[in-house]
């Protein structure tokens, strides 16, 4: 059985972890530094913040961008919760805009409509490895006054143009969770250009401290390990190849399922370097069965798919408790839809033919 998604993890891995062990400096130090000036380089920013979370470094970078008890942020509902759990942690209000049916990201004629005089900043999610509309979206915040962040958790190395995904945003999240297109187990990283989100961030994810045991604001523990960073700077040096090896398995399987009746395949839109955190179809009412229907049938054939979303977030039991009443059509669609297939790397030729196999028997 091959998984939806896998880390790939080798000696160099194995070397660096022991290495720091062997150290015994096993918590945040030179390791941590080391990792993160070599992502901020990597991205194109000034300075990168690592944290022990893409959820971490997503709240921390709310809070060291001011945002706060009263305010409201536009973001998706088609996206992981965390992108909008951390909004609710730093208890501001996340407000939902629809997406649009071709990338699944923020639709951006829709955002207007919802900016209030609470409205604070825009959360802009990169779905899938594939950036969201970036221009039209800091046009809008800059028109409106507003922050705009980018939670970059799913596209390492993506460009929108001919800068990558991280370096738009006033402070910007990626997770390092292993289905993520690089790892370091558990991990996310924040990158900015601002000295002043750094020092913040770097408070924030340290009890608030600045000098030791002086805490001047209310932190949190957010540090990533030593153990983490050395399998970060590792993974680093593979990254553009990951990605390379991503982008080749999904144009063969965008190649290969050409023209099969109700299957509609991912988009990617000119001018942007879309990384495949997922390659995720659509399986429409005009297929031969029913999506649900088709997971058993991959699974029979030792392939594993994943649903990525199954449900939006306005719909999810805890939105709902906190009265969340939106009608948006066009995710709401979309999860009944969509069928992550097997994209990483490691993914073989003979893999994708068994996928393109199982798409062709029951179309
Ligand atoms: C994975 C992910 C996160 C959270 O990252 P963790 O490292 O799992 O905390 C946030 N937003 C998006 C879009 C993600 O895919």
């Not at 495949?276 to 798919?305: A, C, M, N, S, W």
């Amino acid at each position: 059985m091959i998984p939806v998604s896998k880390p790939l993890l080798g000696q160099d891995e194995l070397s660096a972890v022991k290495e720091v062990l062997r150290s015994g400096n096993i918590i945040q130090g030179t390791k941590v530094r080391e990792f993160e000036e070599q992502f901020a380089r990597y991205i194109g920013t000034e300075y990168a913040i690592a944290t022990n979370s893409g959820t971490s470094a997503l709240h921390t970078a709310l809070l060291a961008g001011g945002v706060k008890k009263g305010d409201e942020v536009i973001t998706t509902p088609f996206t992981f919760i965390a992108s909008a759990n951390s909004i609710l942690y730093v208890g501001a209000k996340p407000i939902f805009v629809d997406i649009n049916e071709q990338d699944f990201n923020l639709d951006v004629a829709k955002i207007s409509e919802k900016i209030t005089n609470k409205t604070k900043a825009i959360l802009g999610v990169h779905l899938f490895g594939q950036p969201c509309d970036v221009k039209n979206i800091t046009d809008i915040c800059n028109d409106h006054n507003l922050l705009f962040f980018e939670d970059a958790c799913q596209a390492h190395g993506a460009k929108y143009g001919n800068k990558k995904v991280g370096c738009f945003g006033i402070a910007n999240s990626f997770s390092f969770y292993p289905t993520k297109n690089m790892t370091t187990g558990e991990g996310g990283i924040i990158t900015t250009d601002s000295k002043e989100i750094v020092e913040k961030s770097q408070m924030i994810r340290n009890h608030g401290q600045k000098e030791k045991y002086i805490h001047t604001l209310l932190g949190y523990n957010h540090r990533m390990t030593d153990i983490a960073a050395a399998i970060g700077i590792c993974q680093l040096k593979k990254i553009e190849r990951f990605n390379q090896a991503r982008q080749k398995n999904a144009k063969e399987l965008t190649q290969k399922i050409k023209g099969i009746t109700g299957l509609i395949r991912p988009t990617v839109k000119p001018r942007v370097n879309h990384v495949f955190h997922q390659y995720t179809i659509r399986v429409t009412e005009q297929y031969g069965i029913p999506r649900d229907e088709l997971i058993p049938k991959f699974k029979e054939r030792g392939i594993g798919t994943g649903i990525h979303y199954p449900m939006p977030l306005h719909k999810q039991p805890l939105y709902k408790k906190l009265g969340y009443k939106d009608r948006l059509p066009v995710s709401e669609k979309i999860c009944n839809e969509v069928l992550s297939l097997p994209v990483y790397p490691s993914v073989t030729r003979k893999n994708i033919d068994t996928i393109v196999r199982v798409l062709k028997d029951y179309a």
